[in-house]
């Protein structure tokens, strides 16, 4: 199936410092889905996106689908301790039901 | 409100040795999945089913089994205990279109 690349792999921050995760194909996707996974945990869905240019806010998190519909961000507002671990975008290939997903961005959180 | 259901969490193999990690879901989803998760490589596909007596091989299929005879029980069984399957294994299901995916807990299995 289609591959998503996501950078950076890793990302230090301090706490109150904004921090950006990017998701990259080289085609079209018909959707993004982001999940966060705390560390020891499951991967818990975050949000989906479907249209092109879209942008979604949860509190501090903001997300966006690509005009292109080829890349999509995550950018977290003043990260707070609770915003560590690994967040990964996924994607549904046409006619599947089941994500394929990148390899994730890993975020700590330094207070 | 169960979700996903996992078992067992832990799990220590020896080489060879086969085992069944069980999941099982009650919220009726049709679609349900097995990944394993290893450092540095997110979640990779293992199988898949798209409903009762449906399965397929996802990216990850060598040295395990699926079957699907109900719509709530999707079993991943090793034939034969490898290290390089030492991993951590989540279970998901997730209804129609435009539903998010539910993961259960995980299997931490080691092998020896």
């Known amino acids: 199936g289609q591959q998503v690349m996501q950078i950076p792999q890793y990302q230090h921050v301090q706490e109150g410092e904004d921090f950006t995760t990017y998701c990259n194909s080289s085609t079209t996707l018909s959707n993004i889905q982001w999940y966060k996974q705390r560390p020891g945990g499951h991967p818990v869905f975050l949000i989906q996106l479907v249209k092109s240019g879209e942008v979604k806010k949860q509190k501090r998190l903001t997300f966006q689908f690509g005009e292109a519909k080829k890349n999509s961000s995550l950018h977290i507002t003043a990260t707070q301790t609770t915003d560590v671990g690994t967040y990964f975008c996924a994607h549904l290939s046409g006619g599947s039901y089941i994500p394929t997903f990148g390899r994730g961005t890993s975020l700590i959180v330094h207070p | 409100n169960a979700g996903v259901t996992q078992t067992p969490k832990f799990q220590v193999l020896k080489t060879g040795q086969s085992m069944t990690l069980q999941c099982a879901q009650d919220?009726?989803?049709?679609?349900m999945s097995w990944y394993r998760q290893d450092p540095g490589m997110g979640l990779r596909l293992i199988h898949y089913?798209?409903?009762?007596?449906?399965?397929d091989q996802g990216e990850v299929p060598n040295g395990y089994n699926v079957s699907r005879s109900t719509t709530e029980d999707f079993p991943l069984r090793l034939l034969s205990a490898a290290p390089s399957q030492t991993s951590v294994y989540f279970c998901?299901?997730?209804?129609?279109?435009?539903?998010?995916?539910?993961f259960g807990d995980g299997t931490r299995l080691s092998i020896l």
């Open positions: 998901a299901s997730r209804g129609g279109a435009g539903q998010p995916q539910h």
């Open positions: 089913s798209v409903g009762a007596g449906i399965t």
């Open positions: 919220m009726n989803h049709e679609y």
